[in-house]
């Protein structure tokens, strides 16, 4: 499937063209080209020559639906010269990591960018942090890129609200983006336009004068005088939707007087039109399909065909397109179709007031169309829309996990949360023991309690789709979570490991567990045969961050046996796949940080243990109760390392977060009385350091959104904090930075390692 584009004139690269990177998911690549322009289009002259004349980087288009905005920068592009990168937003772009990446895609199609964006999109996920790493890897594309983001009402999302906000800001140096939106786009508007970087286009921009208001008619097959162009312009106020529609009622024989009385400079009376002038004048069976097929985002012929039950949609679709029914041939080859977005609302509406008892059994199958042709994420949003949620669980249990893999945290979170209240759907305990894995994973302690806590009201007995039983999930949660102690956690990880299927990619897992039950009572003996088939496990099912992980486990083993030449092999390999791998932001490999650092300050190499150690700590933030036992492994392995720096500071810190979990977990076997070892060490030095690695978990999450556009109070706002908590936690980041300024203080994070870029 190709798109077109608005005319060969148009320098919009199409990614297809080039290697487009091979990503996990599907980008459609209609997504980065404008909808394929009509014949008898209006050139927007005036409002062209304003946009090609800007020097200003932004250019911000609001205005409600129907006032061109998408022509209009479609025209725009197509009179400049230099590369286009198009984006037309849809909801999966309320993940960052697919807005960056079509982003990514965009551009790469007009020159080829660092491939290592894609890869640690894939691996770590992304977010506002990551902005300044992306540009980065695009600012090297020669001559004076614009970018288009069109439909940006679309993304919801703050999270990535603020990733636009953020490449708005940081734009490399003569490029220009434009944004689309009929409400106010997430940008730094006030900054902005104080700094003279702005061009806005309203609705009062967009209206129609007289020529081009004429020129619309007459395209739509109407001609009129300038006497009748002029009233029809004061009844539209120069809205184009307006116009169009109105010449389509007088194109089908209306009466005068009905076309002036239902037509005003908004949308208020689209609902009487499309059901007394538009949809009056086709046939019934043509109103059916179109309001029938409007549950879809896009159409096709075999789509339609099952969705309405029927043959023969393919033509319907061509022939809807010829007569200029709103409908947008989203390809040169109208295969995909999609219906304008204001007749699409005005559609569904009328859908839900002629036949509101179908409107489920159409989703339900649209979900059951794109399940069998292998769109699985695209049948979840159906199968939800139709009440369907067995089928939306069955799928989400399916594709969350390589879809968290691919990084699109966001989109496996907005899934859960859509589903948090289903507990009456087949299978609901698995997901909230997913749900409560990916919170604890992701440091969202509090989170992951109720999520686990939704999983154990659920029924305990029945099969899961994978095979696994309820019993056996359920365990598995239990044993992650550890909240029965040493002994009960061995138990639930056996349990676990008894009832998942023989390929689950969690057995690792929970032999894993079981390993560190054993560390946790000391018998490095009993853990090392457990562990050393954990990490057989874990290498057949390519789970490479587990792998790391278990690696540094066994650095447990080796240093017990004093064998340190093994605590190296262990700790280098472990650090190896790390860093091959991209997990670099990953829970898991705290721990591989950790036992780095003491392997390399065992060989006296203090720089190295430093650098790992730098990496360790933007990894703190994540430690919590939620995953206790690895969590205050870690802690007590990088306190035992800024002990032996003679870094009080780093160690009291460290430690004041072990005992933080321990409070909530006390139960946690040999790493209690270590802990209090190592308070009773820590004691005993006089010194006082409060150095950038006194840094506590909460100052750690505040300092990587400092190098952001985001304010104290919108950083509070992300964070659930008030402003004066996040002013308090930056003047201590900059005491304990040794600077005196926000910018003083990115710049030293950085220079220590502790951002993202």
């Known amino acids: 499937m190709s798109s077109g584009a608005v005319s060969s004139r148009l320098a919009v690269s199409a990614p297809e063209e080039r290697a487009t990177p091979r990503l996990s998911f599907d980008l459609l690549p209609s997504k980065f080209r404008p909808p394929v322009a009509r014949p008898g289009l209006v ?66 199609g007009i020159q080829p960018i660092d491939q290592a964006v894609f890869a640690a999109l894939a691996s770590s996920g992304a977010g506002i942090t990551f902005v300044p790493r992306f540009v980065s890897a695009i600012a090297g594309i020669d001559g004076r890129v614009r970018v288009v983001l069109d439909q940006v009402e679309v993304v919801t999302s703050t999270e990535c609200r603020d990733v636009i906000a953020e490449f708005a800001v940081r734009l490399p140096l003569g490029w220009q983006l434009a944004v ?31 020529r081009e208001a004429s ?16 009233e029809l312009l004061q009844l539209t106020e120069g809205w184009a939707a307006g116009l169009y529609l109105a010449a389509l009622a007088m194109r089908a024989g209306a009466p005068e007087s009905d076309v002036r009385s239902r037509f005003a400079g908004d949308d208020r009376f689209m609902g009487d039109y499309l059901r007394s002038e538009l949809l009056d004048h086709l046939s019934d069976a043509e109103v059916s399909f179109m309001c029938r097929t409007a549950v879809l985002d896009r159409m096709c012929g075999p789509l339609c065909d099952a969705v309405l039950e029927r043959t023969g949609s393919g033509q319907i679709l061509e022939r809807m397109e010829r007569r200029n029914l709103l409908v947008v041939a989203l390809d040169r080859r109208r295969e995909w179709y999609r219906y304008h977005h204001l007749m699409r609302e005005l559609l569904e509406t009328e859908l839900r007031r002629r036949e509101p008892d179908l409107v489920a059994d159409l989703h339900l199958r649209a979900a059951s169309w ?10 979840i949003g159906h199968a939800q829309q139709a009440g369907d949620f067995d089928r939306a669980v069955r799928l989400v249990l399916d594709v969350m996990q390589p879809v968290w893999a691919s990084g699109r945290v966001d989109t496996v979170l907005r899934w859960m949360q859509n589903l948090r209240d289903k507990t009456s759907a087949q299978h609901y305990v698995a997901i909230a023991v997913h749900g409560a894995l990916i919170f604890a994973l992701l440091g969202h302690a509090g989170e992951a309690e109720r999520w686990a806590s939704a999983a154990e009201r659920a029924p305990t007995t029945g099969v899961l789709p994978d095979g696994s039983t309820v019993e056996s999930t359920l365990a598995y949660l239990r044993a992650f979570l550890f909240r029965g102690g040493v002994e009960q956690m061995r138990r639930d990880a056996q349990l676990a490991w008894d009832g998942l299927r023989p390929d689950s990619p969690y057995r690792a897992a929970m032999l894993h567990t079981v390993g560190i039950s054993y560390l946790l009572q000391g018998d490095v003996d009993s853990a090392d045969p457990v562990l050393a088939r954990a990490l057989d496990e874990a290498n057949l099912a390519n789970a490479w961050p587990a792998v790391a992980m278990i690696l540094a486990e066994r650095c447990f083993v080796s240093a017990a046996h004093d064998d340190w030449a093994e605590v190296a092999a262990f700790a280098q390999r472990a650090a190896e796949i790390v860093e091959s791998g991209g997990f670099e932001d990953y829970w898991t490999s705290a721990l591989v940080y950790a036992w780095a650092a003491r392997s390399a300050l065992h060989r006296r190499e203090i720089s190295q243990a430093r650098l790992y150690l730098g990496r360790a700590v933007r990894l703190r933030p994540l430690l919590t109760y939620a995953l206790p036992a690895v969590s205050v492994q870690t802690l007590l392995e990088l306190a035992r390392c800024y002990i032996a720096l003679g870094d009080p500071g780093g160690a009291a810190a460290v430690l004041r977060q072990a005992h933080e979990i321990i409070q909530q977990r006390p139960d946690l076997g040999t790493l209690t009385d270590a802990a209090g070892d190592l308070q009773m060490k820590l004691a005993r030095i006089n010194q006082v350091s409060h150095g950038p690695s006194s840094l506590t978990a909460a100052e750690l999450r505040v300092l990587p959104l400092l190098s952001t556009h985001l304010s104290f109070r919108e950083i509070g706002d992300r964070l659930s904090l008030s402003f004066h908590t996040v002013k308090s936690q930056a003047y201590s980041i900059y005491q304990k930075l040794g600077v005196s300024s926000r910018s003083q203080a990115v710049a030293r994070a950085h220079e220590l390692g502790l951002d993202n870029q």
Request: with cysteine; proline share 7%.
């Open 215 to 230: 020129a619309l008619l007459k395209g739509a097959g109407v001609q009129a005088g300038a006497a009748r162009v002029e």
């Open 43 to 108: 050139a927007r002259s005036a409002l062209v020559d304003r946009l090609a004349t800007a020097s200003e980087p932004i250019i911000s288009v609001v205005a409600p639906p129907g006032y061109g905005k998408t022509t209009l920068l479609a025209q725009w592009a197509e009179r400049r010269s230099g590369p286009v990168a198009w984006v037309s937003c849809d909801g999966a772009d309320n993940d960052p990591v697919v807005l960056l990446s079509a982003l990514a895609v965009a551009l790469n």
């Open 370 to 379: 794109y399940e069998a042709n292998a769109a699985p994420e695209t049948a």
């Open 180 to 210: 689309a939106s009929r409400i106010d786009p997430p940008l730094p508007t006030a900054r902005l336009r104080v700094q003279g970087g702005l061009v806005e286009v309203s609705a009062a921009d967009l209206a129609m004068d007289s």
